[in-house]
């Protein structure tokens, strides 16, 4: 057992104080409650024993879960953490989402697959904290010590004479006792719950169709509100006539809104900050009349295009001079004396995020509070905003987080919810704000498009002495300073480029990593090619180099961890097995404190490839929830398969060339292939699993490409790019 | 017919009349027969979040390109936001909240079993989607499971557990 301080105290542990009283009498359980055994009497009482936790007379529990929920199943894994250490039988605990609190709660966000990392040890400490004061209630009342009493899945028992009480026994007792300033946390391998298969808590109202999501929530007498933004970007509002639109059935109001903010954050990108609102009754009538509106934009900045985007990036990785990242040795030097050069250059282009569920958010503004409800990421970066535009309070803003129809990264930026926040002020009434898909995706926070060159020199034993990556994108370049390859070659030179743009861009599913994975994992392979070796085991090369000599001593990675799941993907996928018809492609990848390799199956079905199978192999610590691990994983796969092959966003004129989904190709279950998904398993604190699985099958695709038709990718989207394959230089 | 529309913020005395074409629908909907006085060419996704509270049906397109908005009528599997309500006469609409009592239907078992769901929004258009193609083609094969299913998106990339899931219900149906 380990003893532990409890940290961040002032945040979970002391709700009672905060709320005022413990006892929570007359909760409507049942409107919230996930699925419980059905024999479970309706509670009398709750008693608030910290702020993820309440107990009730019944012995039934309420874990709430803190951070917002994109899918990323964190509604399911976050309580689970608390209720192995509060050691609690799950079936009798109920989950519910917190609101926006940050004084109970640290970080409510759904970014960077943080919340498990981030989390882990405040959860755990919530549910050790609470069985703690849960004992010592017991040990009051049985006049034991403490030590005398121990838990049994919601049971406590008293050692001495084998008496039991239920947690709910001693609930009131327990929440007015002092908060321990040491808990013990469990043994890892005294765990019940963490690393067992819990189905997602919402699962049965997501197949029942219960209203879950932000643009399924109802007020009684809200309005819907539709914008009309600029068709381009660049462009800002002339002049706008909404006579006809005005006139039409259920229409309240057509006004002008300006969004503009003088200081924005982070969080507040937007690049259309002149909007037409519609509001009215009914979505449909709404709709309607927002076509009925003739609006006149002029350009007031460049309005670009695609082919002026490629030619910036080529311009830049080529012609300007970047920031230079890290610096081993000297690359130039040791690509002149190099037996074998390789240069090779990849491309991707924007991408929208595309959440099934379009932007949306509720809003009821009055002078005296701002009551927002919806799918947002970020919802305290949202409140610190609607703050400072309506001059209110943080006690003035509440912020209610409903289930999120995909997030990706959109929902790190909180315009919608601005934008309903201050159409409700202008019309005095509450009102949802709904995007149309054209809104949604040609209003977006786009992944960047991005570039990048790299050359690599062998010596004549075929040893990679030499590795240069130049990278742009539009904008910010996609290169980490200290990630893969550099660590394993003693001569590297990593330079990333920005070119600018009026187009709004952000995080996109594992930014950065979402291109330059693919791009790196695509190259080793053609560097391996060169050296006339395996391109798994010249990876596990490198990897060996790194282990017991790396070069430079800040790389981000753990080369024996990157090795073990390279490893591990090669003996589930029978690597070395000559497999008839079947082309194989390898690549591995690190980010998000996770690592992940892959091998892709592509096999040809009346001429054209077909991705059969994906392996995977993922290292990412302590898996929590292994069904629901499992399927971020493919999902992850997925998505890196359907946007490196189907999806772009092109531009004409700085208008996004696609509106809707008969122009924006998403991957279908046509084209999805088979996934088997396998976890290293070891003692490590949970890190990332909502991105790392997405980058490397880009690449490990595009390496089973060529196996398969004898052409390299370069460029995606590989079904409509050119590929247009480059020399071997030297 | 056309009726005038009373406009709050100008007043009584100078409401405006607003040339419309409202009409009154008596639809079939997950078994009970609902009236709703809607213009014709409202889509029936919107009839049913906004005016008959049946918020399960999504809205992903607009265009019938994503399924999100899947229901059945008579049976058939039709894209609710690109079906004017005009079009409905007598069939029989079931949307997902009407398509078993307790949440058991096969495929929605089905569906729990094998956890699909991540962000769950498209789910409700897929069930709809894969249960009306059970009803014809009980015994499919994973790559017919695969066509039939190729209309619905699901952005989060559940494709194999949906198609896992379709096979456990055609066993048990």
């Not at chain 1, 413990?22 to 608030?48: H, Q, R, Y």
């Not at chain 1, 001059?391 to 930026?413: A, C, H, K, S």
């Not at chain 1, 034993?461 to 742009?472: E, G, P, Q, T, V």
């Not at chain 1, 990157?562 to 070395?576: D, Q, S």
Request: one cysteine or more.
């Amino acid at each position: 057992m380990k003893l532990n301080k409890a940290m961040n105290r002032r945040n979970f542990l002391k709700v009672s104080a905060a709320s005022g009283t413990g006892l929570v009498i007359g909760f409507n359980w049942l409107a919230g409650c996930t699925p419980t055994s059905p024999e479970m009497s309706i509670p009398k009482s709750w008693t608030d024993i910290n702020a993820f936790i309440k107990v009730a007379d019944n012995g039934l529990v309420t874990i709430f879960s803190p951070n917002p929920e994109i899918g990323q199943n964190v509604k399911t894994s976050m309580p689970m953490i608390v209720a192995e250490e509060l050691d609690v039988d799950w079936k009798k605990v109920i989950v519910e989402q917190a609101d926006l609190n940050t004084v109970k709660y640290n970080r409510q966000v759904a970014g960077g697959s943080q919340s498990i990392r981030a989390g882990w040890e405040g959860l755990r400490q919530a549910g050790a904290t609470a069985k703690q004061m849960l004992r010592q209630a017991a040990a009051n009342q049985w006049q034991v010590d403490v030590s005398d009493v121990s838990t049994e899945m919601g049971q406590l028992v008293n050692s001495k004479s084998g008496d039991k009480l239920g947690y709910g026994d001693v609930a009131v007792a327990a929440a007015s006792l002092p908060i321990p300033d040491e808990v013990e946390l469990k043994d890892l391998k005294d765990f019940k719950l963490i690393g067992t298969s819990v189905k997602n808590v919402d699962g049965e109202k997501i197949v029942t169709g219960k209203p879950l999501f932000g643009i399924d929530y109802k007020r009684e007498g809200q309005l819907i509100a539709m914008l009309i933004h600029a068709p381009a970007f660049g462009m800002k509002l002339k002049s706008y006539d909404a006579e006809a639109a005005k006139a039409m059935p259920g229409i309240q109001d057509v006004f002008k809104l300006d969004t503009s903010l003088e200081e924005p954050q982070w969080s507040d990108v937007n690049a259309f900050n002149d909007l037409i609102v519609i509001v009215g009754e009914t979505t449909w009538q709404v709709m309607k009349a927002k076509k009925a509106v003739n609006a006149e934009w002029v350009a007031d900045t460049p309005l670009e295009n695609s082919e002026d985007h490629f030619a910036k990036l080529v311009d830049g990785v080529e012609r300007q001079k970047g920031r230079v990242l890290r610096e081993d040795g000297n690359a130039d030097a040791a690509l002149r004396s190099a037996s074998k050069v390789i240069e090779k250059t990849y491309t991707a282009p924007f991408l929208a995020h595309n959440t099934m569920e379009p932007m949306n958010f509720f809003a009821h503004v009055t002078p005296e509070k701002a009551e927002l409800v919806g799918p947002i990421q970020t919802p305290e970066s949202l409140r610190g905003t609607v703050m400072k535009v309506l001059g209110m309070t943080e006690d003035q803003v509440t912020i209610e987080m409903t289930r999120m129809g995909g997030g990706f990264g959109r929902r790190l930026y909180g315009n919608f919810g601005l934008e309903a926040a201050l159409i409700s002020k202008a019309v005095g009434k509450p009102v949802k704000l709904v995007y149309t898909r054209e809104d949604d995706m040609t209003q977006g926070t786009y992944r960047p498009a991005y570039r990048v060159k790299y050359t690599a020199g062998l010596d004549e034993n075929n040893n990679l002495i030499a590795f240069k990556a130049k990278a742009a994108g539009i904008p910010g370049s996609p290169l980490f300073a200290n990630r893969f390859p550099a660590g394993t070659v003693d001569n590297y030179h990593g330079e990333g480029v920005n070119v600018a743009t009026n187009i709004s861009t952000g995080a996109w599913r594992a930014p950065r990593s979402n291109f330059i994975a693919g791009a790196e994992q695509a190259f080793i392979d053609e560097v391996a090619e060169a050296a006339g070796k395996d391109p798994l085991d010249f990876r596990l090369e490198l990897f060996d180099r790194a282990i017991n000599n790396p070069v430079g001593d800040n790389n981000d990675y753990d080369a024996a961890r990157y090795a073990g799941v390279l490893k591990l993907v090669k003996e589930k996928a029978n690597w070395t097995q000559d497999m008839s018809g079947v082309s194989r492609g390898v690549a591995a990848y690190y980010c998000h404190n996770s690592y992940v390799a892959q091998v892709v199956d592509v096999v040809m079905k009346n001429n054209e490839p077909v991705v059969q199978k994906v392996w995977c192999a993922v290292d990412c610590g302590i898996v929590v929830n292994k069904e629901g691990a499992i399927n971020q994983v493919e999902g992850g796969i997925v998505d890196g398969i359907g946007h490196a092959m189907y999806s772009q966003l092109t531009f004409k004129d700085g208008k996004p060339e696609q509106e809707n989904f008969h122009q924006y190709d998403l991957i279908r279950h046509m084209q999805a292939p088979e996934i088997e998904v396998f976890f290293v398993e070891n003692d490590i604190h949970p890190t990332g699993l909502g991105e790392p699985s997405l980058p490397p099958v880009m690449g490990a695709l595009a390496n089973a490409l060529y196996k398969a038709t004898g052409t390299r990718y370069y460029n995606q989207p590989f079904t409509k790019a050119k590929q247009a394959d480059e020399i071997l230089v030297g | 017919m056309i009726q005038g529309h009373f406009d709050e913020k100008k007043g009584l005395n100078s409401t405006r009349l607003k040339l419309t074409t409202m009409a009154i629908f008596n639809i079939k909907v997950n078994g009970k027969t609902r009236e709703v006085d809607v213009e014709p060419d409202t889509p029936v996704l919107w009839v049913l979040r906004d005016h008959l509270d049946l918020p399960g049906t999504k809205f992903g397109c607009g265009i019938a390109q994503c399924g999100a908005c899947t229901v059945h009528a008579d049976g058939n599997a039709i894209r609710s936001c690109s079906t004017p309500i005009s079009a409905v006469g007598d069939m029989e609409i079931t949307s997902i909240e009407g398509l078993s009592e307790n949440g058991d239907h096969p495929v929605q078992q089905a569906w729990i079993e094998h956890d699909v769901p991540q962000c769950g929004y498209c789910q409700a258009g897929q069930i709809m989607n894969a249960a009306a193609f059970l009803d014809k083609n009980p015994n499919p094969s994973k790559e017919e499971i695969a066509s039939a299913m190729s209309g619905n998106i699901c952005r989060c990339g559940t494709y194999t557990r949906i198609n896992a899931a379709i096979q456990t219900a055609a066993k048990k149906s």
